[in-house]
């Protein structure tokens, strides 16, 4: 069973100088998501799934178009929830993410003011992924250890989503404690490919991750963060 973490291409977070919610991709993006769709034309996928939010959408179109397929959003995708900053000054954005990275580990669980907190959204994407693994026969056998049972082990999943949805669904699957950092924790660059493997073991299956945001369809000048 194979898992790819798909993640959208650049966004247009300021346009003239003001902040954009729910962005589109900006001209290099739509790029991105283009060679990000040719790349993934030469994969055999059982079932694609796309977060609702829009640069994700406009990332998906392309793969969706390669391999002939009908989008299929799935919610519980959604990246963390931020403020809403529409219409206002791209420096009031910049200095809240750069005052958050200055706060003590403990208080970045809080997040953002006005936003969603990062541990609520670490909580409802640990629980998305199980209710969606779980449909699907995926489930973690009780253990202390992070093994997995897995019903159809020769599927493959593809998701677009977004940097910290994806990181946070791969420390899921790895059984690595959740941070308030997983954003920073993970580098995924704009439009990267992220492959999770489960491998049989004795008394069922471990996730292995190869590779961790996989660029190379992209030119190096174009690569973004």
């Known amino acids: 069973m194979e898992l790819l973490l798909l993640r959208h291409a650049q966004p247009l977070w300021i346009d003239n100088g003001l902040c954009v919610d729910n962005p589109p991709l900006t001209q290099l993006g739509l790029r991105q998501a283009e060679l990000l769709g040719k790349r993934m034309s030469r994969e055999h996928l059982d079932h694609i799934y796309v977060s609702p939010l829009l640069r994700t959408r406009q990332t998906a179109a392309p793969i969706l178009r390669e391999l002939k397929r009908d989008e299929v959003i799935e919610p519980w995708l959604e990246e963390i929830r931020s403020p809403i ?44 992924a199980e209710k969606f693994l779980g449909d699907r026969g995926i489930f973690r056998i009780e253990h202390e250890l992070p093994i997995w049972h897995i019903d159809k082990p020769g599927q493959r999943i593809a998701c677009v989503a977004h940097a910290g949805t994806n990181s946070a669904v791969i420390c899921h699957l790895l059984g690595l404690a959740p941070t308030p950092w997983e954003w920073e924790r993970f580098v995924l660059g704009h439009a990267s490919i992220t492959r999770l493997e489960a491998l049989k073991i004795g008394d069922g299956y471990v996730f292995a991750l190869s590779p961790l945001s996989d660029l190379e369809h992209i030119p190096r000048e174009d690569r973004t963060n």
């Open 85 to 128: 900053w529409h219409g206002s000054p791209g420096e009031r954005a910049s200095k809240a993410y750069e005052e958050e990275r200055a706060r003590p580990g403990r208080e970045r669980w809080h997040g953002l003011e006005g936003g969603e907190p990062v541990k609520d959204f670490i909580a409802r994407i640990h629980a998305g």
